[in-house]
């Protein structure tokens, strides 16, 4: 999709919170090229400079250094803004569960400080990053937004909280907000390093050095995996949106398609074949499941076809592609 000939964002100042991160840098990048001004909030307790270095020197680029945990940090950073685009929050299941303080802290005292800044600062739409987890234990598939289960730990409790919280705003103060519930995003800038780090930079940083990749369980576990160019457009379409019937709704932001881990796997393989052929010999491991994984995931992504107008334009394999040239470049650099 060339962006220009559908959005114009010109003179437009969005906050995007979170803007130093894997999502929130792409987000940034591409308003930049449509002319938007583009404010960052971002404490980097996860987000990284080398993300947003490129647009440092930009004069339609302001960063802001601080935390969403702190009220008064928001509102200097919602004030002036048209929409606001937020991305900040403490990922990962694993680490929600290794420390739950912390992730509700962040991810719900944090979303409602930035909403209410929002809200304050008159912004014409709330643009915010929900999640797949919110399905929690919904066996259901393909997993459709009026339909759930029970939340299957407290990273998945907070972003639940976040989707009650927009409505509740909406009801009472007739504040517009949209959310968009990400499935498995992945690309380049995905932070390929530490003990959270998703599972596609995991398997390639293990392949890329000829090390088995370790999968949780007996690999049968499916996602339905998301290039991030998707999630930019979905994000774009929402932050324009007037109708009605996508103001204030949940979407869902996916390809629609179901890729166990092995399956994962194989396909890294076959597209690092073409840099390293020592990888064809490289068989994964099976280690214990972890605890709050959702076996399965996949995502009707009709209501956001219907209503939103996301169409995603890369396929699995489309992303795998450009995503594996990506990290072998730059951890060659």
Not at 38 to 52: P, W, Y
Not at 60 to 71: N, S
Not at 114 to 124: C, N, P, Q, T
Request: aromatic share 10%.
């Amino acid at each position: 999709m060339i962006y220009s000939d559908f959005f114009n964002f010109k003179d437009k100042l969005i906050l995007v919170t979170g803007g130093a991160g894997f999502i929130g840098s792409h987000i940034i990048e591409t308003l930049l090229k449509l002319d938007a001004r583009v404010r960052c909030l971002d404490n980097f307790s996860t987000g990284k400079h080398k993300n947003i270095e490129a647009f440092i020197d930009n004069p339609l680029f302001e960063l802001i250094e601080g935390d969403i945990r702190d009220y008064e940090i928001c509102l200097k950073a919602a004030t002036g803004c048209d929409f606001v685009s937020h991305q900040a929050a403490l990922g990962s299941v694993p680490r929600s569960i290794e420390n739950p303080i912390l992730t509700h802290a962040v991810n719900s005292t944090g979303f409602l400080n930035i909403i209410d800044a929002s809200r304050k600062a008159k912004v014409k739409n709330f643009v915010y990053a929900a999640s797949s987890s919110t399905y929690g234990s919904s066996k259901a598939l393909p997993k459709i937004e009026s339909e759930f289960g029970e939340p299957l730990s407290p990273y998945a409790l907070t972003k639940l909280g976040n989707e009650k919280y927009a409505a509740v705003y909406k009801r009472t103060y007739d504040f517009n907000s949209i959310g968009l519930r990400y499935f498995n995003v992945f690309g380049p800038r995905q932070d390929i390093n530490g003990s959270y780090a998703a599972v596609i930079p995991k398997f390639l940083q293990a392949l890329i050095n000829h090390q088995p990749p370790v999968i949780n369980g007996d690999g049968s576990f499916s996602r339905d995996y998301t290039y991030i160019d998707n999630v930019v457009q979905a994000n774009l379409l929402a932050l324009t949106a007037t109708s009605d019937c996508v103001l204030n709704e949940i979407f869902n932001v996916a390809c629609a398609a179901q890729t166990s881990l092995v399956e994962l796997v194989n396909l890294l393989k076959h597209r690092l074949l073409i840099h390293d052929t020592k990888v064809q010999n490289l068989q994964p491991v099976f280690g214990p499941e972890r605890a709050g994984d959702v076996p399965h995931s996949l995502a009707s992504i009709t209501k956001a076809r219907n209503f939103l107008g996301y169409n995603p334009e890369f396929n699995l394999a489309e992303g795998l592609n450009v995503t594996v040239d990506w990290y072998i470049k730059n951890l060659k650099s």
